[in-house]
């Protein structure tokens, strides 16, 4: 198994540029979630799914948009980047009440 | 809202000592507690993953408790290795598929 596979690892974006972080996951998890992780902030929860075609907004969900048509993928759209989006986005992944599975994460950079 | 919270936010010892990371929640209704390690430029990797009904979970060197009804979870880590060092989280979610709420971390560095 891969686990939760995340691409890019790294993107350079210049402000107002749009982009997608792909997250894909092979264990069949219903529940995927995305995370950003700043200096002093910890790890704080943008948008969350708990199945095929279900999402829902997170704690810093603005600028950010995501779909989840299939169990698998749960992909991160950036609509319009901006400087205050520069971090390291992890996506992750579990089953009902079960351990949480994290990819390697994203390291973003808006100039 | 659950909040939780990480004493200390770093910790430096040597080579060979046991020693204990705190975690603690303002919301005891919680369904598990999950500890994580992750080492510089690196996601996150559970360590450990304790069920409400459990009062500790062991894994090699490592030994999670859980109370909660005090809102309190302790990581034990026996005779701590240089290999150790790392940030150690704490996270809960509130039900089977909420989200979870993460501490900010314990920076743990063990000298040779």
């Known amino acids: 198994n891969a686990g939760v596979t995340q691409t890019p690892k790294f993107q350079v974006l210049k402000t107002g540029q749009s982009m997608t972080l792909q997250c894909a996951q092979d264990?069949?998890?219903?529940?995927m979630s995305w995370y950003r992780q700043d200096p002093g902030m910890g790890l704080r929860l943008i948008h969350y799914?708990?199945?095929?075609?279900?999402?829902d907004q997170g704690e810093v969900p603005n600028g950010y948009n995501v779909s989840r048509s299939t169990t698998e993928d749960f992909p991160l759209r950036l609509l319009s980047a901006a400087p205050s989006q520069t971090s390291v986005y992890f996506c992750a992944s579990r089953a009902a009440n079960e351990k949480l599975f994290f990819g390697s994460g994203t390291q973003l950079s808006v100039l | 809202k659950q909040e939780v919270t990480q004493i200390p936010a770093a910790l430096s010892v040597p080579e060979g000592e046991n020693l204990v990371l705190n975690c603690s929640f303002t919301?005891?209704?919680?369904?598990?507690l999950q500890w994580f390690r992750q080492d510089p430029g690196k996601g996150l990797t559970s360590l450990l993953l304790i069920q409400s009904s459990q009062r500790e979970q062991t894994s090699g060197r490592l030994n999670a408790s859980l109370d909660k009804s005090s809102g309190r979870s302790t990581l034990y880590i026996a005779a701590s290795q240089p290999g150790d060092s790392a940030t150690y989280l704490c996270a809960v979610p509130l039900s089977g598929y909420s989200t979870l709420t993460f501490g900010k971390g314990t920076m743990l560095l063990v000298s040779p």
């Open positions: 919301d005891s209704a919680i369904y598990n």
């Open positions: 264990m069949n998890h219903e529940y």
């Open positions: 799914s708990v199945g095929a075609g279900i999402t």
